[in-house]
């Protein structure tokens, strides 16, 4: 038995997201279904978190057990072979068996892009949001790094059963920056791990702050403990990309 890790891309737009659904198309079932074919039996892979429907990703990881001894070259190669075009196993590599994906990794970073030209060409608008009017990027900006630092990130966070257990929504973010050009803003946030929606819902949060709708204020008010007020301004799935994930070897970003 042999534990592999994988880094894999995909565009999310065909897909309800990584995680397995009865009678739905996922990047999970997909893999799975492949591995499993290759194997002949069973095998479960194991994401390092779960991207929602319509989320793309450069890279992802993950990791599954395989008694097939197929070298890892050639693995990948049979993969991509078998999988749509819209997921790309970017890498396969051997780890320790106790290795976890998710438990195991120390930062994620996200981004999300945002087209602010009159016209968005269909080349492009599968893989942003279009918000084509007046913001004030200026304020954006300056609001945008009030969240590193160690958070409640409750009012960002969208309702989760298991994330809602009792289990705590304090995360650290590392890096928040929102980079500015004409046609394009690019949220791009560092951090120990994410909630459910929590990125969009920044996104969204930032995209107010613009419109004049929120502030710097807010935001302080809405990262304390306890807070009652809830983001309720998500965009949309399809402009989010998970960037790269990072473990202790180093920063493995498989980009």
Not at 123 to 130: G, S
Not at 181 to 194: A, I, K, T
Request: charged share 25%; hydrophobic share 40%; with cysteine.
């Amino acid at each position: 038995m042999r534990r592999l890790k994988i880094a894999v891309a995909y565009d999310g737009t065909d897909f309800h997201g990584w995680q397995v659904q009865p009678g739905r198309a996922t990047i999970q079932r997909a893999l799975q279904e492949i591995l499993s074919g290759i194997d002949g039996k069973p095998v479960l892979v194991a994401g390092s978190g779960r991207t929602d429907a319509g989320v793309h990703a450069r890279a992802q990881v993950a990791a599954f057990t395989l008694e097939n001894g197929i070298p890892p070259v050639n693995l990948r190669k049979a993969m991509n072979r078998l999988l749509p075009p819209s997921i790309r196993v970017l890498s396969v590599e051997e780890v320790g068996e106790s290795f976890h994906p998710r438990f195991d990794a120390v930062a994620k970073t996200y981004e999300y892009r945002i087209f602010r030209g009159e016209v968005c060409d269909p080349f492009t608008w599968r893989y942003v949001h279009h918000h084509p009017y007046p913001l004030n990027t200026e304020l954006m900006e300056a609001t945008a790094p009030l969240l590193e630092g160690e958070h409640d990130f409750s009012a960002f966070a969208a309702s989760d059963p298991k994330e809602d257990r009792g289990r705590s929504k304090v995360r650290r973010i590392f890096s928040s920056q929102l980079a500015v050009s004409p046609d394009w803003l690019v949220y791009r946030v560092r951090g120990s791990g994410f909630l459910k929606h929590m990125v969009r819902n920044i996104a969204g949060f930032l995209l107010e702050t613009g419109k004049g709708n929120a502030g710097p204020e807010l935001l302080l008010e809405m990262l304390t403990p306890g807070c009652a007020v809830k983001a309720g301004c998500r965009v949309p799935a399809k402009g989010l990309t998970l960037v790269s994930v990072e473990y202790d070897r180093g920063a493995e970003t498989f980009c």
